[in-house]
């Protein structure tokens, strides 16, 4: 509440002029309110905090970057699928803990058969806000998964890193397969995994 400000009664005067005497002390209310700047100072900081949530939700949408992380995948590998079937080659991708890479069969200066990484961009791995981690299943059993840099330290002489699941030349996936993808707290979670009616499907785990 605004202050009272008490004035005198002698300052108060009557219909002739002069102090009305013995009239008692009027109270007069100071009016105030807030200036236009202090106005503009209030909606700005009210549009920097707005900013801030809208931000921070964008950001931190964890549930809808599993799920679109899930969807991608199972479209990247039916991009390599197809890449395999008109270049009638084999491809593949292979697990980490938090990434992956996908794979195609060529053939070195000796003639051998061997598996290389795929230099392609639309079937890169990228990185999201949030921190994603993988789990996968081999025809019912769960792998080990390790980084690249720890596979690669523990390769023998004549031993090559291979996918976990291929992408054949005549359009089949082998073998069958089950990648989850989760959050840090395992909180969310899809699957994409080899279906019955689609060579690859994704759905919600509960």
Known sequence: MPPLCI????????????????TPPVAVRKISGFTLLELMVVIVIIAILAGFVTVNLSI????????????????????????????RSQFGIRFHPESYEFYFLSVNDKGERVWEILADDRLA??????????????????????????????????????????????????????????????????????GEEYPVEVEQIE
């Not at 931190?60 to 008109?86: H, W």
């Open 7 to 22: 004035v005198p009664a002698a300052r108060v005067r009557s219909d002739t002029g002069k102090p009305a005497a013995g």
């Open 60 to 87: 931190k949408n964890t549930p809808k970057t599993i799920r679109e992380e899930a969807l991608r995948i199972g479209l990247l590998m039916e991009l390599a699928s197809d890449q395999a079937v008109y270049s």
């Open 125 to 194: 791995f990228r990185e999201s806000s949030e921190q994603l981690v993988f789990q996968v299943d081999i025809s019912g059993s769960p792998i080990v998964l390790e980084t690249l840099e720890e596979e690669r330290a523990g390769l023998g002489e004549n031993e090559q890193l291979k996918p976990h699941v291929m992408f054949l030349s005549n359009g089949e996936f082998m073998p069958d397969f089950e990648v989850t993808v989760a959050d840090t707290d395992e909180r969310y979670r899809h699957r994409v995994y080899s």
